[in-house]
Structure formats: structure tokens, C-alpha cells
């Protein structure tokens, strides 16, 4: 009570050195980014109390901001804060002084609280013009408690096992709430194992454990089991969903019979049969689709098309057959993903489970057969050519992006759903060049790419890339051309991409999947990617489209495959002679 006039005092020597300071925008900034995390996360309330609070907001805020007003910062204003700052004067002031034992001389009409109210225009008004400068005064500093970054943690499964042989990620399902687990395996084999004679076992392997696995996977699909499996030189990878605990019991059963399962003699002949008949009709294949195997056999360091396995496997045995499963299964590493209504100790021992009855043994890292794929340098084209059956000729091409940043990806989606429409319009539509006509953003791991496909009976594949590049040249301008409401529609299709949800626990695991083995553990990839095109500005992709598709700083591998009735006007040379030589002197990234 005695000190109220120092008080006053202090505070209008305050309000001076406001005046006198610099605008304290960094303290603005503070303030409005902890205010618009409020806003987004903090509990609103609920019932009475918040309609009560949005009517009190309601009487003091224009209807259009009132919700929002005593909780959202707009954008610094030093004027607004010098106005401010210019009504705060002493003959504005009033001042109420409660204390115990203050003079009073009036009382309130209603409740007969006692007050009283002067008016003083003396010396201590005139002190508070003049106010005393006090040195220690100072701006607010940087908060050191303020959070560095607040984005959300992207979900991820815990490491329950990491070693040289096996590994497991794990994570309870907490979004679908079915008791339903999903168990993903992935046995990589060892690196020598590379060759055209393992993919072309690998299939004959894969065709014959599939029919020995038939009498109990009919008994598992009763169970509610749902099983799928993919044999490649990259692994041997199946997946497991089912209800309780019946996705690790077909999952054990499953590892049990990898390296041993029987089959007799007169049904792996038919088996064989069966798969060669599939291996010596692989020419008659859609042309376009015979042009994507040739564009994987391009460009990875180890791929191998059907029609170089047929002879191994005209030549293979089942004792060979045998054989092979203990060869696959002997070295390598066993890669694992559990999620759903699991324990981890459930998970834990299942995956032990099935690493034991594997029983490989571990290898080093640099030893595992991973995919990699040839280096490209720009500018210097890469063609793969030649002769097909069929009546259909083929055109496809790969323009490579320059990396897998979160900004590159983003930029990818939006001109893959940019050119589609006008790729597909000009070259099917208009032109009738094929019934196959496609374009879009894809990838293979970190490999980033634009990709075109024709498909035609009534012309050369030469004549479809000519017509293909001269569309192309003309993306750019169409690009440059964009609305700003055709440019926001392209950037809301990539950001519904990226939000799509996964549909079911197995969705869910197998993007754990990815995340965890493919993409080394880069659990925040969808983040950073949504993040990064929300910041994506318009000039950028113009300029990584042009780069792109430049023929001068292209990085281009070309398809090109026709039949007898349609051949190139001028010769088309290949870029090899024998491309399985020629891989082997080229250098290869990841």
C-alpha cells in the first residue's frame, strides 16, 4: 500500500524504455509460435464453458475472427505497437489500489462495497510524465526453454532385435483395434548368389514349395489366414496376417518346410513343365510389358529376364532342386516386421522361431545380395533395342530425377500428375498411337524417375520415341503456362497422396516394411515429403522439369522393341552388344 506510487513510478519508467528500445520482433515471433501450438493442441473445453467463453469473445471480437482472437499472432507490427505504446500516458490512467485498511468515503449502490475516488493532477501526476531512466531496464531475451522443433514424431515400430543374422521391428497396432497381427519375413541371401542359374532355381523352388504348401494353406485360408509370398534374388519374402495367434503358427510352419519339403518325383516333372512352359511362352508377352523387364534388366546391377532362365531350368533335377533350397538358405540374414495384437515377447520368440529353423548363418552387411543400379551420367543416352514377337511394337523411357531428397519427391508427384493427362490426350486421343499409352513419377528404392510407355500395332518404335520426345519438348511451356488454380490443384492430388492412410494392419506393416528396409529406417519419409510440398514453390519444378528432359542434361535410359511388321525407318543400335557383359563394366550406385 505504501509503495503503490513506486510501483506506478516503475512502471511508466518501463513503458519509456519501450518507447526508447527497438521492436522487439524476436520476442513477437516467440510469443506467436507457442501461441499457434496452443491453438492447434491445447484442449479447447468443451460444454458450457467453451460456448460461454466464444459468446464473451463473440461480444468483444468482429464475428469473423472472434473465435480465434485471444489465441492467434498475426504478422509483426511495429506501428500497431507504437500506437499502442503512445496511449499508454498517465492522463489515461486509471488506478485501483485494494488493501486492507485503505480511507474510504463512498459505497456501492448494489453489494455496499466501500470506496472511495480521487482525482490527482499534482506531483505525483507530474512524476509520472517525467518518469525516472532506469538502466537495468532491458527487452525480454530469447526464452531458453522455447522448443527447438515441434514436429510430430513420425509413427514407428520399436527394434527388438538387432543383430549381424536377424532383425526385428516391432509395433503394436493401435489405430485399427482388430486382434489381428500381420508377420512380414524377408530372407536376403548372400551376394554370390547374384546369377541367372539362382533366379532361374529360384523360380523352379518357388513354383514347387507353393504346391507342397497347398493342402495346409487351404486348411489356414479356413483359419482366416492370409498368406502371400514374392521369390526374387533380393529375398525370399512372405507375409503372414491372421486373427490371435494363427499368423505364427502358419508362419512357423512355413520356415519349417524352406529348406525341406516333400514332393514327389512324378509331380516336381509336372511342376518343371509347368514352369518351362511359362519361361519359353514369356515373348509372347504384351510388348510394353516385355519393355519394363528390359528397362529392370537395364537398370539394376543383378536382374535377369525369363527367357535367360529357361535352359536351367530344362536342365534342373529335384535333387538339384533340393540342393538348392540348403545353398539359398545357408548364409544371409533374416529381416522381420510384427505388427498388430502381438505381444512383444510373442513377436520376439516367433521370429526367433523362424530364424532357427532357417539356420543360416550371418553375414557381413557388404556381403547381402541388395539391389543396385547402374550409374547414368547425364546427357550420354542409354538404349536398349531389338526384335520381338507379336504384333505390337514398344517404346519406353526413363528420364531420371536427380535424387531422392523429400523435395525432389514431392516436385516428382506434382509433375507426374501434371503430365499425364496432356501425355495421354495428345499421344492416344489425338495422334491414335496405341491402345498403351501412359506417363507418370516412379521409382525403384532411391531411384527417382519420369517414365513413358507406348505401345503400338500400327507404328515403329522409333517413330513413337520421335513423336514422344517432340511432345515432351513442349511440357515446359505447358508447365510455364499453368493457373495459379490449376498449379494448386496439381500440389492438392500430391498432398491427398501423401495423406492416404493405409487401409488394414497389413497395409500398415508392410509400409513398415519399407520404411525399415528399403529406406533405412526413415521412418518420418512421408513427413518430410508432405512437408517439403508445402513449401514447394512453383519456379523450382519448372526448373527441375526442364533439367530433367533437356537432352543435354538428361539421364535417359530408352526401351525400344519392335516386330517384323513395324521396324525402325533407320537402323536402332543398342548400347550393348551383350548386356549382361556390359553391366559388369559399368559402375553401380544404391
Same mark, same amino acid.
Given at each position: 500500500?505504501?509503495?503503490?506510487?513506486?510501483?506506478?513510478?516503475?512502471?511508466?519508467?518501463?513503458?519509456?524504455?519501450?518507447?526508447?528500445?527497438?521492436?522487439?520482433?524476436?520476442?513477437?515471433?516467440?510469443?506467436?509460435?507457442?501461441?499457434?501450438?496452443?491453438?492447434?493442441?491445447?484442449?479447447?473445453?468443451?460444454?458450457?464453458?467453451?460456448?460461454?467463453?466464444?459468446?464473451?469473445?463473440?461480444?468483444?471480437?468482429?464475428?469473423?475472427?472472434?473465435?480465434?482472437?485471444?489465441?492467434?499472432?498475426?504478422?509483426?507490427?511495429?506501428?500497431?505497437?507504437?500506437?499502442?505504446?503512445?496511449?499508454?500516458?498517465?492522463?489515461?490512467?486509471?488506478?485501483?489500489?485494494?488493501?486492507?485498511?485503505?480511507?474510504?468515503?463512498?459505497?456501492?449502490?448494489?453489494?455496499?462495497?466501500?470506496?472511495?475516488?480521487?482525482?490527482?493532477?499534482?506531483t505525483a501526476y507530474r512524476a509520472l510524465l517525467a518518469p525516472e531512466r532506469i538502466a537495468a531496464f532491458a527487452l525480454p531475451g530469447s526464452n531458453r526453454f522455447l522448443p527447438e522443433k515441434t514436429r510430430l514424431l513420425a509413427e514407428r515400430p520399436l527394434s527388438?532385435?538387432?543383430?549381424?543374422?536377424?532383425?526385428?521391428?516391432?509395433?503394436?497396432?493401435?489405430?485399427?483395434?482388430?486382434?489381428?497381427?500381420?508377420?512380414?519375413?524377408?530372407?536376403?541371401?548372400?551376394?554370390?548368389?547374384g546369377t541367372a542359374d539362382t533366379a532361374a532355381m529360384l523360380r523352379l523352388y518357388d513354383a514347387c514349395l507353393r504346391d507342397s504348401l497347398d493342402a495346409a494353406l487351404g486348411e489356414a485360408t479356413l483359419a482366416g489366414v492370409e498368406f502371400t509370398a514374392d521369390a526374387s534374388l533380393e529375398g525370399?519374402?512372405?507375409?503372414?496376417?491372421?486373427?490371435? #495367434?494363427?499368423?505364427? &503358427?502358419?508362419?512357423? $510352419? /512355413?520356415?519349417?518346410?524352406?529348406?525341406?519339403?516333400?514332393?514327389? +518325383? !512324378? %509331380?516336381?516333372?509336372?511342376?518343371?513343365?509347368?514352369?518351362?512352359?511359362?519361361?519359353?511362352?514369356?515373348?509372347q508377352t504384351e510388348a510394353?510389358?516385355?519393355?519394363?523387364?528390359?528397362? #529392370?534388366?537395364?537398370? &539394376?546391377?543383378?536382374? $535377369? /529376364?525369363?527367357?535367360?532362365?529357361?535352359?536351367?531350368?530344362?536342365? +534342373? !533335377? %529335384?535333387?538339384?532342386?533340393?540342393?538348392?533350397?540348403?545353398?539359398?538358405?545357408?548364409?544371409?540374414?533374416?529381416?522381420a516386421v510384427v505388427h498388430g495384437h502381438l505381444s512383444p515377447e510373442a513377436a520376439v520368440e516367433a521370429t526367433r522361431t523362424v530364424a532357427s529353423q532357417i539356420a543360416a548363418k550371418s553375414l557381413p552387411a557388404e556381403s547381402l545380395l541388395r539391389r543396385r543400379h547402374l550409374h547414368l551420367p547425364p546427357g550420354q543416352p542409354l538404349v536398349d533395342a531389338g526384335e520381338i514377337a507379336g504384333a505390337n511394337s514398344a517404346y519406353l523411357s526413363d528420364y531420371l530425377l536427380p535424387d531422392d531428397s523429400p523435395q525432389t519427391r514431392a516436385a516428382g508427384i506434382v509433375i507426374g500428375n501434371f503430365m499425364s493427362e496432356p501425355y495421354y490426350t495428345e499421344l492416344r486421343t489425338r495422334q491414335q498411337l496405341g491402345y498403351i499409352v501412359g506417363s507418370g513419377a516412379g521409382g525403384s528404392l532411391r531411384q527417382r524417375y519420369l517414365?513413358?510407355?507406348?505401345?503400338?500395332?500400327?507404328?515403329?518404335?522409333?517413330?513413337?520415341?520421335?513423336?514422344?520426345?517432340?511432345?515432351?519438348?513442349?511440357?515446359?511451356?505447358?508447365?510455364?503456362?499453368l493457373t495459379t488454380e490449376q498449379w494448386e490443384t496439381l500440389v492438392a492430388g500430391a498432398r491427398s497422396a501423401y495423406e492416404e492412410k493405409p487401409k488394414s494392419i497389413a497395409d500398415k506393416a508392410e509400409q513398415f516394411f519399407a520404411s525399415a528396409y528399403s529406406f533405412g529406417a526413415e521412418w518420418d519419409r512421408r513427413q518430410t515429403g508432405l512437408a517439403a510440398l508445402n513449401e514447394l514453390k512453383r519456379e523450382d519444378v519448372a526448373k527441375l522439369l526442364a533439367s530433367t528432359l533437356a537432352p543435354e542434361t538428361a539421364r535417359r535410359r530408352t526401351i525400344l522393341l519392335w516386330t517384323k511388321t513395324h521396324t525402325p525407318?533407320?537402323?536402332?543400335?543398342?548400347?550393348?552388344?551383350?548386356?549382361?557383359?556390359?553391366k559388369r563394366t559399368q559402375k553401380t550406385v544404391d
Open positions: 500500500q505504501e509503495q503503490h506510487a513506486k510501483v506506478l513510478g516503475l512502471i511508466f519508467s518501463y513503458l519509456d524504455h519501450l518507447r526508447r528500445a527497438p521492436f522487439p520482433e524476436a520476442f513477437h515471433r516467440e510469443r506467436a509460435r507457442i501461441a499457434a501450438l496452443n491453438e492447434t493442441y491445447r484442449d479447447r473445453g468443451e460444454g458450457a464453458d467453451l460456448a460461454t467463453k466464444l459468446a464473451n469473445q463473440a461480444l468483444f471480437y468482429p464475428l469473423d475472427v472472434a473465435e480465434r482472437a485471444t489465441d492467434a499472432w498475426g504478422e509483426p507490427d511495429e506501428a500497431a505497437y507504437r500506437r499502442l505504446l503512445g496511449v499508454l500516458t498517465p492522463d489515461n490512467l486509471l488506478v485501483s489500489l485494494m488493501a486492507k485498511g485503505v480511507p474510504t468515503d463512498r459505497k456501492e449502490r448494489i453489494y455496499g462495497t466501500a470506496y472511495s475516488y480521487s482525482e490527482d493532477a499534482g527388438l532385435i538387432d543383430e549381424p543374422g536377424v532383425t526385428l521391428y516391432y509395433a503394436p497396432d493401435t489405430e485399427f483395434q482388430r486382434p489381428q497381427s500381420t508377420l512380414i519375413f524377408r530372407f536376403v541371401p548372400a551376394r554370390e548368389l525370399y519374402k512372405f507375409t503372414v496376417t491372421g486373427f490371435g #495367434d494363427s499368423a505364427v &503358427r502358419f508362419a512357423t $510352419f /512355413l520356415s519349417s518346410r524352406l529348406r525341406t519339403f516333400e514332393l514327389s +518325383a !512324378t %509331380r516336381f516333372e509336372a511342376l518343371k513343365e509347368v514352369t518351362l512352359r511359362g519361361l519359353r511362352s514369356y515373348p510394353y510389358l516385355l519393355a519394363r523387364d528390359r528397362r #529392370d534388366a537395364l537398370a &539394376r546391377e543383378l536382374h $535377369f /529376364l525369363p527367357d535367360e532362365q529357361a535352359e536351367r531350368v530344362a536342365a +534342373a !533335377t %529335384r535333387e538339384q532342386m533340393k540342393a538348392f533350397a540348403g545353398t539359398f538358405f545357408a548364409r544371409g540374414k533374416l529381416e517414365s513413358f510407355t507406348l505401345q503400338s500395332s500400327g507404328y515403329a518404335p522409333d517413330e513413337l520415341q520421335r513423336r514422344s520426345e517432340a511432345f515432351l519438348a513442349t511440357l515446359p511451356a505447358q508447365f510455364a503456362a525407318a533407320t537402323p536402332v543400335s543398342a548400347s550393348f552388344a551383350d548386356r549382361g557383359e556390359w
